[in-house]
């Protein structure tokens, strides 16, 4: 899934504007311009797109969980992924949100997609163990309309 769509869907589930995104950003110590965030968040057909960077991307992430659960200045900074995947956005966004796999399989649940706690698990470990498993771009999507449901209940 593209970066672009995680920050749109991520936007308007939080009611984010620019300057917002570029707050949290700012938590992570990155400088960007609220002319960059209205680029990132414009959809991919129109004027003025520019693909978001994953460093981007994580830098906003490590902002999302720092605006959510505070920064601990005891704790070193936490770590910017240079090559971004749906795994790595599916558990800062777990963090962020302070979420049990319970939580994420009833947020998936309440969206009608099926899917069993040990594939959820799975997706949660290391790229190096035996049981891991890649993050589909239907899955995140999915993820991130139940957590918009959610957190803005119609």
Do not use: W
């Amino acid at each position: 899934m593209m970066n672009n769509d995680v920050l749109r869907s991520l936007r308007y589930t939080l009611k984010l504007n620019n300057n917002d995104m570029v707050a949290i950003m700012a938590l992570a110590d990155t400088a960007v311009t609220a002319e960059q965030i209205a680029s990132y968040v414009l959809k991919e057909d129109e004027a003025g797109f520019a693909p978001c960077p994953d460093v981007v991307m994580s830098c906003f992430l490590n902002g999302l969980i720092y605006h959510k659960r505070g920064k601990d200045e005891s704790m070193p900074p936490l770590k910017v992924e240079r090559r971004m995947n749906n795994n790595i956005i599916l558990k800062k966004l777990r963090v962020a949100f302070a979420l049990k796999t319970d939580d994420i399989l009833a947020i998936l649940t309440a969206q009608q997609f099926r899917i069993s706690m040990s594939e959820i698990t799975a997706m949660m470990r290391a790229p190096e163990h035996k049981n891991y498993r890649e993050c589909g771009d239907q899955f995140l999507r999915y993820f991130l309309r139940g957590l918009t449901a959610r957190l803005r209940p119609a």
